[in-house]
């Protein structure tokens, strides 16, 4: 089945303990993205990439990291986890970016 | 600045009133515009792309039409199992990336 994959579905944290979060899609999709959304903003993108090793800012990058080692995998990665923190987090994926995106099924971190 | 408004924010339908839902964006131009249907704790669900004005797509009681300003999400005859959360996104054709920008959403009940 095609999918992306997120782990863990949820995640409560303490501030300033690193955490990732990793995101896998067996489409062979060249794009790939994570949002986080939060009641009454929406979706806001944290980061892109349009292939291996090439990865951007959205609108929302401030502290946090990606890497795209691989095609299949982009971690999240929240060195410092902060309470502003606190999202529901979506990872998604294109083949064309003309089409729709693919998502997971979210993960739900909270840091307290 | 790419700019995406839905509404309206939350609509309530007994099963069988048909309705519309709005999606009016600014774009410096339009690569396509695309709808999604999000379950309460779910990643959106890709149901449509429109690339240019005129067009439109039918699937089941959704039917999705585009003109140079807005889209609309027209629900024939809607049933419970409708009830979501839709959201619409823009690509603009400015820049060499595929990020869409996303509206706030339409949440909408369907009463039986």
């Known amino acids: 089945e095609a999918q992306v994959t997120q782990n863990p579905r949820y995640l409560i944290t303490v501030t300033g303990k690193k955490l990732t979060v990793t995101c896998s899609q067996n489409?062979?999709?060249?794009?790939m993205s994570w949002y986080r959304q939060d009641p009454g903003l929406g979706l806001r993108q944290i980061y892109y990439s349009m292939n291996v090793e090439v990865t951007d800012k959205g609108d929302v990058p401030e502290g946090y990291k990606v890497s795209r080692k691989e095609k299949r995998n982009f971690p999240l990665i929240l060195e410092s986890p902060s309470p502003n923190q606190t999202s529901l987090y979506f990872c998604?994926?294109?083949?064309?970016?003309?089409?729709?995106?693919?998502f997971g099924s979210g993960t739900r971190l909270t840091v307290v | 600045e790419d700019q995406v408004t839905q509404s309206p924010e939350a609509l309530r339908l007994q099963e069988g009133e048909s309705s519309s839902l709005n999606c009016s964006y600014t774009?410096?131009?339009?690569?396509?515009l695309f709808w999604y249907r999000q379950d309460p704790g779910k990643g959106p669900e890709f149901l449509f792309t429109l690339y240019s004005a005129g067009e439109e797509k039918e699937k089941e009681r959704l039917k999705a039409t585009l003109t140079k300003k807005e889209s609309f999400l027209h629900i024939t005859a809607p049933k419970p199992e409708d009830s979501a959360t839709y959201l619409c996104a823009v690509q603009a054709t400015s820049g060499g990336s595929y990020i869409p920008t996303f509206g706030r959403g339409t949440s909408l009940i369907v009463h039986p």
């Open positions: 774009v410096s131009g339009l690569r396509g």
């Open positions: 489409m062979n999709h060249e794009y």
């Open positions: 998604a994926s294109t083949g064309d970016g003309r089409y729709g995106y693919t």
